[in-house]
């Protein structure tokens, strides 16, 4: 039988508790105290870039994420152009367009201790292919996030379809699933259906925790930004059940409960379409684009002590020196896009983030005529404990 305490007892120990130091509060999140280029890996997809004479070599992507697998550093990239650079640094125009240049919506480059090498599709003719290839001449697929699962690659792709004429006229129609044997990149399994019901393009981050493989989704905002949505899967095989993060921090069978991730105090979060959230010690970082502003430049960060949130205010860490008329390149079209972090090539531990971005121009002539703009660059940025 269950006895009441004594209320002379209670306040003896109500009195003992005033006394006990408080405790402290938690520490804050990491703080940034340099980004720098990270001139090496820039260079070193420079090099590889500029120097292929094959129809099947790289010579520029986007997306940029990469998985590192039994076989080398595995770079995933969606629209890729393949072929040669010329001496005067221009391509010729692809396949289709009067020219020379083979044009695919997804590969890879392998990345072995003895050099890289790009990974495509091959059509019925033996030509270049992409890996996954849309059944449809209007449709597509771009790459998301990648993990190793086993001895096997597992990538999302999202598939599109063209709406339009302008270069950002198209749609997303769904995910997909497929897989890789490190033996056999070029030819993946049949992509299985991932859910779709809800209009969240999953896969922008794969992040494996302890039993789960958290994805993260995003949505598209009236404003051109995105919101974020949080599922996990037991493991890391994702053809397993999904489950998904609801607005009361719980988890659901019903892809429609998976609430969008918020900032501080419950304020919307908006995000690139693509995006990271990988773990530094206790906080999770938050790696995006500026969303407030169309096209930006700026490299934000923001931070969160659960996988899904709430994140802290993003803040921006850096500004793409290649972008906009007074960048690099001088030209008003160049911009930079799509930030992620690449934890396996980070040496020290939770005191640093590894992060590429996407450089492209909104006039396709231009990466025509200066191949290098439509290449990823990479940024160190060192962290140290909060003060």
């Known amino acids: 039988m269950k006895m009441p305490v ?39 997809f420079g090099r590889y870039a500029d120097h292929g004479r094959s129809p099947r070599h790289w010579t520029g992507g986007d997306s940029t994420y990469s998985v590192p697998t039994p076989a080398g550093e595995l770079w995933v990239f969606s629209d890729t152009f393949l072929g040669t650079v010329r001496p005067d640094g221009s391509r010729s125009p692809v396949i289709g367009e009067g020219g020379t240049t083979p044009f695919v919506h ?32 209007g449709q597509w697929y771009w790459a998301r996030a990648a993990l190793r699962d086993g001895n096997d ?25 497929a897989r890789f044997r490190t033996t056999a990149l070029s030819r993946p399994a049949s992509p299985t259906p991932l859910p779709s019901s809800s209009g969240v393009s999953w896969g922008a981050w794969l992040e494996r ?12 905002a009236a404003s051109g930004a995105h919101h974020l949505r949080l599922a996990r899967v037991e493991g890391s095989d994702l053809r397993r059940p999904w489950r998904y993060r609801t607005a ?26 693509e995006l990271s959230v990988v773990r ?25 002590r659960d ?7 993003p803040r921006t860490v850096h500004t793409a020196p290649e972008a906009g008329p007074h960048g690099t390149y001088r030209d008003a079209d160049v911009i930079a896009y799509n930030p992620h972090e690449h934890p396996e090539l980070e040496r020290r531990g939770h005191r640093e983030l590894v992060v590429s971005y996407n450089v492209n121009s909104l006039e396709p002539r ?22």
């Not at 009195?15 to 090496?40: E, I, Y």
């Open 106 to 137: 997804n590969s890879f480059v392998l990345w072995k201790a003895s050099g890289p090498r790009t990974v495509t599709g091959r059509d019925a003719s033996g030509r270049p292919a992409p890996l996954v290839a849309g059944t449809d001449p």
């Open 366 to 387: 231009d990466v025509i005529r200066r191949a290098a703009i439509y290449r990823p660059r990479f940024l160190r940025i060192t962290l140290a404990p909060a003060t």
């Open 209 to 220: 925790r302890g039993a789960y493989t958290y994805v993260y989704g995003t949505e598209p």
């Open 248 to 273: 009361r921090g719980g988890w659901s069978a019903r892809e429609a409960d998976a609430a969008r991730l918020t900032g501080p105090g419950g304020a919307a979060l908006l995000t690139s379409n």
């Open 6 to 44: 004594p209320v002379a007892v209670l306040a003896v120990l109500a009195a003992l508790c005033a006394f006990l130091p408080p405790q402290p509060a938690p520490a804050g999140p990491p703080r940034v105290t340099d980004v720098r280029p990270l001139r090496a890996l820039d260079e070193a």
């Open 307 to 313: 996988p899904g949130g709430p994140f802290t205010r």
């Open 153 to 177: 690659v597992s990538v999302v792709y999202a598939r599109y379809a063209r709406t339009g004429s302008g270069p950002l006229d198209l749609a997303w129609r769904g995910n997909v699933l």
């Open 280 to 304: 530094h010690g206790d906080w999770y970082a938050l790696v995006t684009q500026r969303a407030d502003q169309p096209f930006s430049a700026e490299t934000q960060l923001a931070w969160a």
